[in-house]
């Protein structure tokens, strides 16, 4: 069966950086575009990045541009998030999610398969 399990989250001041990763298993990772969302407290899901399944194609949210970059490894089925300079309003449950259709990359309801979530969270 298909699973997708992050790690790498945890609780950091602000300014600091982390770096989520998400390993894929049961499916041909390379058929999927990946995405990261991320949801914070009494918020709706939110996206965050995203990369095309050849890893040529990025695109994220206006609030963590240029701040946190995706990448990915096909070969270890793995995609990763660094995020630099956090804030606090980047505390949130960050999920990441696999989409065989690449019809858009921005909406939840397009991802096939979603992994549990890591936690992280930003003092101030």
């Known amino acids: 069966q298909v699973q997708l399990v992050e790690s790498g989250g945890g609780l950091v001041q602000a300014g600091a950086s982390l770096r989520l990763s998400c390993a894929a298993s049961?499916?041909?990772?390379?058929?999927?575009?990946m995405g990261w969302f991320r949801q914070a407290p009494g918020k709706e899901r939110e996206f965050v990045a995203y990369?095309?399944?050849?890893?040529?194609?990025?695109n994220y949210a206006d609030s963590v541009k240029g701040r946190f970059t995706i990448a990915r490894d096909n070969a270890k089925k793995e995609v990763y998030l660094q995020m630099n300079n956090l804030k606090p309003e980047d505390t949130a449950v960050y999920y990441c999610?696999?989409?065989?259709?690449?019809?858009?990359?921005?909406?939840?309801?397009?991802?096939?398969?979603w992994g549990q979530g890591t936690q992280v969270t930003v003092s101030s």
């Open positions: 049961g499916l041909t990772f390379s058929w999927y575009d």
């Open positions: 990369i095309s399944r050849s890893g040529g194609s990025t």
């Open positions: 999610a696999a989409d065989y259709s690449g019809r858009t990359y921005r909406e939840s309801h397009e991802y096939d398969y």
